[in-house]
């Protein structure tokens, strides 16, 4: 089986919106509609086995030190080969070329994130996310997402 990660491409929009709201009808993912999508596309990559988007993944930066992990999933059928750590990786790398030394998400998957060379942090460190995001969350007050952060060996 060979995967491709690359850029996402408007193509890749279709694919990205079934994939990101069948997470979202589970609780596990933010919902995005089309036109998001549309316009944050130059924010995602996505993986690629024999011409089918099998995962993706996007960044949203919060601020000059600080960049979040998004809308990272892999198809049913393609969970455990090892994917969603290329998708993490090449993530990681657009956060090192982009010079911002810190990558957070939220997530259900610790232990993944973890295995990827994450720790666990305590979400209030994270004003940047509690301020644009999690404050329009029906989450809110009862968050159930753990944080995770990365820090990269950049100069901010």
């Not at 596990?28 to 316009?39: A, C, N, Q, Y």
Request: glycine share 8%; net charge negative.
């Amino acid at each position: 089986m060979s995967v491709i990660c690359r850029k996402a491409v408007r193509e890749d929009v279709e694919p990205l919106y079934e994939m990101i709201k069948g997470y979202a009808e589970r609780g596990i993912m933010l919902p995005r509609s089309r036109e998001i999508l549309h316009r944050q596309l130059e924010h995602f990559v996505v993986a690629e086995v024999d011409g089918e988007v099998v995962g993706c993944g996007s960044l949203c930066r919060l601020g000059n030190d600080l960049v979040e992990v998004r809308s990272l999933g892999i198809s049913e059928g393609h969970k455990g080969l090892g994917i969603g750590s290329r998708l993490l990786d090449r993530l990681v790398e657009e956060a090192e070329k982009q010079q911002i030394p810190k990558v957070m998400a939220l997530t259900y998957e610790v232990s993944f994130f973890l295995k990827n060379g994450f720790s666990v942090v305590e979400k209030e460190i994270f004003p940047e996310k509690v301020w644009t995001d999690c404050v329009h969350c029906s989450k809110q007050d009862c968050c159930d997402e753990i944080a995770v952060l990365k820090e990269l060996n950049v100069s901010a």
